[in-house]
């Protein structure tokens, strides 16, 4: 059965740095993996999806990398920002459009 | 962009009522999914559909159903709402032209609902 853990669970910045979010999962067989951030009582956003045969996707300030082979992501979110402040989540694609979900890092930026 | 419409943000029903949970989604996609999320415990798929009329069950479809009689809704029936489906419910959609099973395209969220079962 596929476990996801993301760990910190909760991390304090403050505003301009650089940081790294990780996920780990444990059956490598996946199809892809996607990121996904969370605002206090919304649904969830997606941020970026990598595919299994890639090893990183990039949007704007926000880059992923998969390693497959040893069952990790990264999330890097670069010069962060108040408004990054969120809940992080990722999830790995096994087979039949299951999505298995970590439990997030709760994000917060600072002034 | 994609929009993922449920129905109501906040709902408040009583034990062993039948429930209903709707969402509608705009992009003509043909999967949709529905989870629950609740603290320490992650989401957790319920049910998903990959076309009209056709289900799969998710990890904990136990005390829940679910109806897809058109393209763009997809319903969540609890049968006898009990406490311990006191949740916060996600339904969401994805394109998937081909109706496989498994897709490279990203899943898109509505905003919820909170559902208190008393």
């Known amino acids: 059965k596929q476990e996801v853990t993301q760990i910190p669970a909760a991390l304090s910045v403050p505003e301009g740095e650089n940081l790294v979010l990780n996920c780990s999962f444990t059956d490598s067989a996946i199809y892809n993996l996607q990121w996904f951030r969370q605002d206090p009582g919304k649904g969830l956003t997606s941020l970026l999806l990598?595919?299994?045969?890639?090893r990183e996707q990039t949007s704007g300030r926000l880059n992923a990398s998969l390693d497959k082979s040893s069952g990790r992501s990264t999330l890097y979110i670069a010069a962060s920002q108040p408004g990054d402040s969120a809940t992080y989540l990722c999830a790995v694609s096994g087979t039949a459009s299951k999505l298995t979900f970590g439990t997030g890092t709760r994000l917060q930026v600072t002034l | 962009d994609v929009k993922v419409t449920q129905s109501s943000r906040y709902l408040v029903k009583r034990t062993g009522e039948k429930v209903f949970l709707e969402c509608v989604q705009d992009m003509d996609h043909e999967n949709m999914f529905w989870y629950r999320q609740d603290p320490g415990l992650g989401l957790r798929l319920i049910y998903f559909?990959?076309?009209?009329?056709?289900?799969e069950k998710g990890d904990i479809p136990e005390g829940y159903s679910v109806s897809r009689e058109k393209k763009e809704r997809f319903s969540l029936i609890l049968e006898s709402a009990s406490t311990n489906q006191t949740s916060m419910y996600l339904c969401a959609s994805r394109n998937s032209p081909f109706r496989e099973t498994v897709s490279n395209q990203p899943q898109h969220f509505g905003d919820g609902t909170r559902l208190s079962i008393l």
């Open positions: 990598i595919q299994s045969s890639q």
């Open positions: 559909s990959y076309d009209v009329k056709m289900k």
